[in-house]
T-cell receptor, first 114, second 109 residues
Framework: KAGVTQTPRYLIKTRGQQVTLSCSPI?????VSWYQQTPGQGLQFLFE???????NKGNFPGRFSGRQFSNSRSEMNVSTLELGDSALYLC?????????????FGPGTRLLVL | GQSLEQPSEVTAVEGAIVQINCTYQ??????LSWYQQHDGGAPTFLSY??LDGLEETGRFSSFLSRSDSYGYLLLQELQMKDSASYFC??????????WGAGTKLIIKP
């Protein structure tokens, strides 16, 4: 069974631009969570989607948004990029809402904002 | 607020045993998970405790005491490949995973 895939793997943008990241979960998984990770930091929860509905949202500004499609694939969008948005963005899929007992992570998208 | 506390760094010798502690303060509790992340890699699941006690999976064990809001990850017969960051995470009353900042495990030969 294929793992979680994320595209693109690397991205360079400039301040003020917007970016869209994509995540394809493991086949059969209906929950997709997004996290931001900065160097030396833990995972900061962005949001979780389950069956196309946002179930949980972390403490991030409205510039961060997401959606999930009927095939469970998910996208997250960051508008008006700031330097502080430079980070590794991880997506994780699981069978159940809330991550169940186990979340399976993709390799991440490394975003650099200049 | 909700928080998970774990040491930022732990150093141990190859072949030894090391324990990484995690204390939590969350609104509600469904379970404690542990994840491993190598530099440049994605987190991978190690263990999950919903009930008090010890769960053993090969060289790794995880312990939970709900009355003390405390858990730990025990790594035995340390190998160089165990050098990584280890994160604890708690599922709160909203069924959302709250993560610790991670513990960097440094293993010396």
């Amino acid at each position: 069974k294929a793992g979680v895939t994320q595209t693109p793997r690397y991205l360079i943008k400039t301040r003020g631009q917007q970016v869209t990241l994509s995540c394809s979960p493991i086949s059969g998984h209906r929950s997709v969570s997004w996290y931001q990770q900065t160097p030396g930091q833990g995972l900061q929860f962005l949001f979780e989607y389950f069956s196309e509905t946002q179930r949980n949202k972390g403490n991030f500004p409205g510039r961060f948004s997401g959606r999930q499609f009927s095939n469970s694939r998910s996208e997250m969008n960051v508008s008006t990029l700031e330097l502080g948005d430079s980070a590794l963005y991880l997506c994780a899929s699981s069978l159940d809402v809330g991550g169940g007992e186990t979340q399976y992570f993709g390799p991440g998208t490394r975003l650099l904002v200049l | 607020g909700q928080s998970l506390e774990q040491p930022s760094e732990v150093t141990a010798v190859e072949g030894a045993i090391v324990q990484i502690n995690c204390t939590y303060q969350t609104s509600g509790f469904y379970g404690l998970s542990w994840y491993q992340q190598h530099d440049g890699g994605a987190p991978t699941f190690l263990s999950y405790n919903a009930l008090d006690g010890l769960e053993e999976t090969g060289r790794f064990s995880s312990f939970l005491s709900r009355s003390d809001s405390y858990g730990y990850l025990l790594l035995q017969e340390l190998q160089m490949k165990d050098s990584a960051s280890y994160f604890c995470a708690v599922r709160d009353s909203n069924y959302q995973l709250i993560w610790g900042a991670g513990t960097k495990l440094i293993i010396k030969p």
